[in-house]
Every structure is written in structure tokens, then in C-alpha cells.
């Protein structure tokens, strides 16, 4: 329970950080210049695209959340054996660390007007994407070899499964950032909507991100550490 209301706080004050950037209390009709243009931001804003992206990063940080509070409720039952993290995660983590940075070298690259710098993080996100995808399958490969089944143990099941929801979702996010990279590669959108595009997946590999770190975290036990060490720091 404990990583839960974790996980929580840090959603909240990311989600507090995001709306505070996104100017939500300005007037633009108030305001000179064009009517889809925002002062002191420099670019054309899309506020139903980020707003949408911010009601999708809420239903799925509930999903996980609840992931989270069963595996942690779970796990305190008679019949709840651990099962080995495979070495093969910690690759996968700095690949997926690696994509997140990469995409925000392209994002910063497309408020630079920088798009060739921008098709190189696109590319060099999308590829260590990939590699994280192939390094969870070859994980899941390492412990059905091992005799860790899905249906041999509540632990080997939440893990498939917690594993699996988070690759769909950077999967469905792997198809968005295609098209986007098609975009930036063809030029076929005006620069605001290709810096806008970027933006949103940025956005949203940062969140997989994030996801992931306390999955892991999960998953390995730290997160339970962490949590009991601030508890010794605050009492």
C-alpha cells in the first residue's frame, strides 16, 4: 500500500507541474495576435490535443495504480512465491531511459528549428523503444526456460501481466511516434503541428518512464526499502 500512495504522489505532482505549464487559467481572447496563439509561447498551442493526451495519462496511471495496490495486497498471501527479476530488466531500463532522452533531444531539436536534429532522436528513441519491447520478450523467454509459467504462482502472473500491459501501451506509443517521425521525415505538417507532435510523445514516453522506474521498483522490492527509509527520516 505504501508504494501505492507513493506512485500517487508523484503522478499528482507531475500532473500539478504539467497543468501548470500548459497555461490553463490564460484568456486568450484577451490577448493580441491570432486567436490560437498563446503570448510568450512563440508557437501555435493545441489545447484539446494536450488535454487529451492528459485524460489518456490519467486512465492509465489508474490502471497501473491499481495494478500496483493488488500486487501489493497479493503478495502478502500464504501462497505468494517471489520470483527472480530477470538481470535482463536492467538492460531494458536503460534502453527505455535512453528512448525518453532521445525524444527530448528531438523535442528540444523542433523549438530549434533543428529537423534534422529532430529525425535523429526520433529515430534513436524509436530504436531503443524496440530494443526494450525485444529485451521484456527475451525476459519473459529467461523465465518460462526457467519454469516460472503463468499459471505456476500469483506472483509469475502479475508479472506477465503488469509486463504485458506496460509493452502494449509503449507499443500503441511506438505507432504514434512512427507517424510523427513520418511527419517531421516528409515535412508534410507546418512546424508548429510537427513541434506539437513531438511534444505529445514526449510527454508520453516520459510517463512510460516513469511507470516503468516504479514497476521495477515493484517488482525487485526497492520500492518497499525506499518507503521505509522515508518513514525512518520523518519519525
Known amino acids: 500500500m ?12 507531475i500532473a500539478g507541474w504539467w497543468l501548470s505549464q500548459q497555461r490553463l487559467t490564460a484568456k486568450p481572447w484577451l490577448e493580441a495576435g491570432p486567436i490560437d496563439d498563446f503570448p510568450g509561447t512563440g508557437t501555435m498551442t493545441w489545447p484539446a ?19 500496483i495496490s493488488a500486487y501489493s ?37 523542433t523549438r530549434r528549428n533543428d529537423i534534422d536534429g529532430a529525425i535523429v532522436g526520433l529515430l534513436g528513441a524509436g530504436g531503443a ?31 506477465y501481466m503488469i509486463t ?33 507532435s513531438v511534444e505529445l510523445c514526449t510527454i508520453y514516453w516520459h510517463f512510460l518512464l516513469l511507470v516503468w522506474v516504479v514497476l521495477l521498483g515493484l517488482l525487485t522490492g526497492w520500492t518497499n526499502d525506499f518507503v521505509d527509509i522515508c518513514r525512518q527520516l520523518l519519525s
Open 129 to 159: 523503444a524496440i530494443t526494450f519491447l525485444a529485451g521484456q520478450l527475451l525476459a519473459w523467454q529467461q523465465l518460462n526456460a526457467a519454469g516460472y509459467f503463468v499459471a505456476s504462482n500469483p506472483a509469475n502472473a502479475f508479472f
Open 49 to 67: 490535443a494536450k488535454v487529451g493526451l492528459g485524460v489518456f495519462l490519467a486512465v492509465a496511471g489508474s490502471l497501473f495504480t491499481l495494478f
Open 164 to 196: 504485458a500491459v506496460h509493452g502494449l501501451h509503449l507499443t500503441g506509443g511506438l505507432v504514434a511516434l512512427g507517424r510523427t517521425t513520418a511527419k517531421v521525415w516528409h515535412r508534410s505538417a507546418a512546424t508548429a503541428e510537427m513541434r506539437l
Open 73 to 109: 495486497m497479493r503478495m502478502n498471501m500464504a501462497d505468494w512465491r517471489t520470483m527472480p527479476v530477470p538481470a535482463v530488466l536492467w538492460f531494458n531500463t536503460g534502453a527505455l531511459v535512453l528512448s525518453s532522452v532521445a525524444l527530448q533531444w528531438a523535442y528540444v531539436a
Open 2 to 13: 505504501s508504494a501505492v500512495i507513493l506512485f500517487l504522489a508523484v503522478i499528482a505532482v
